[in-house]
């Protein structure tokens, strides 16, 4: 969303990642509803999750006035790369299918926030633990503190450390991390809005759209097989990440550099 | 019996309940755009505050859900972030 404001409508990226922030919000409560009562979204992991990225998000947001544009879109882009290359690597693995009704990992200790859900895919109920909640914690403070810089869900983040540190499967990592995101990006929105980023009608109109976008994706999530989404989803943030450090970089030139 | 089947409709309900208040508003907001009303800057503002109050709104229901399945800890995790939000409210 925040490539999208910055290059094709050159909105100043504070006010683009204040309204994305606000879309992040919308479509985060839209999809999770549908999630939730399909009991996909791990609510337990998600509020735990949600204590230390709301933190990082609050303090990010407070401290991304004092940021020059330039910086803030280099960092962006910088962060990108990482993330699309681990989706790549978690995604060309040997997709091995969990039986239904096997936990995964059955030499784990069985924990708090273990849970299963229906899926489609697999025409069962696939069972998961979950393993590393207090690492995830750790970097779900750093997940939200580039949620409230950069304007990006966080879900960039999340949904990798969740299925790779964590043990949790992609659909399910999905809907939590879209459920606790909106907690984090309402947080930096709403430390935005007070100084006075955000614009009303630009909001709503990029909320409306992305609503109707969300609940178009949420029925293919649904039905998907995992890694084609894992694939999908490495590509697209690889092409983001070139396009918006080409912008970072232009601005550079302009100067001087 | 509160279960969890009650919990995750609760949490679906108040999510819905948010948005579609949120479009509501934004709805009322872009008619009187289009009348060229004055107001019509104030109801989407007032959208976008009803979006952003719903994660909160959710939290309580999580605290509220997690006290009645005696999951302390969760609950505690749940106030935690609702202070936090509030503390982005009022800073």
């Known amino acids: 969303m925040v490539p999208f404001l910055v290059l094709a409508l050159k909105i100043p990226i504070h006010q683009a990642v204040a309204v994305s922030l606000v879309a992040i919000a919308a479509a985060s409560s839209a999809v999770a509803s549908v999630n939730v009562e399909r009991g996909l979204t791990n609510m337990r992991l998600g509020i735990v999750f949600e204590t230390t990225m709301a933190l990082g998000s609050v303090l990010s947001a407070l401290a991304a006035g004092f940021m020059p544009a330039r910086a803030v879109q280099l960092m962006f882009a910088l962060s990108l790369f990482p993330v699309s290359f681990m989706m790549f690597m978690k995604g060309r693995r040997a997709f091995v299918a969990a039986k239904p009704g096997m936990p995964e990992e059955s030499c784990a200790a069985a924990g708090r926030f273990d849970a299963s859900f229906f899926d489609p895919a697999l025409k069962g109920e696939r069972a998961y633990r979950v393993r590393n909640v207090l690492s995830g914690s750790v970097v779900s403070f750093f997940s939200g503190c580039l949620s409230g810089l950069l304007g990006l869900g966080g879900g960039i983040v999340q949904v990798p450390v969740m299925t790779l540190m964590c043990g949790v499967p992609m659909k399910a990592a999905a809907a939590t991390s879209n459920f606790m995101i909106g907690v984090s990006a309402a947080a930096s929105a709403f430390v935005y809005f007070k100084k006075g980023y955000v614009l009303p009608e630009l909001a709503a109109v990029i909320v409306i759209g992305v609503l109707f976008g969300s609940f178009l994706g949420i029925h293919a999530l649904y039905r998907a097989r995992s890694e084609k989404i894992q694939m999908v989803f490495s590509v697209i943030t690889l092409l983001v990440a070139v396009k918006m450090l080409m912008k970072a970089m232009e601005a550079g030139r302009l100067v001087g550099w | ?91």
């Open chain 2, 1 to 91: 019996m509160f279960s969890e089947k009650h919990f995750a409709r609760l949490v679906q309900r108040t999510l819905l309940a948010g948005v579609v208040l949120c479009l509501l508003l934004f709805f009322f907001g872009f008619v009187l755009r289009v009348l060229e009303s004055p107001v019509a800057a104030g109801f989407f503002t007032a959208g976008v505050l009803a979006l952003l109050l719903t994660p909160a709104a959710r939290v309580l229901m999580l605290i509220y859900g997690f006290c009645r399945m005696r999951e302390l800890f969760m609950a505690l995790s749940a106030f935690a972030v609702l202070a936090l939000l509030l503390v982005a409210f009022i800073l």
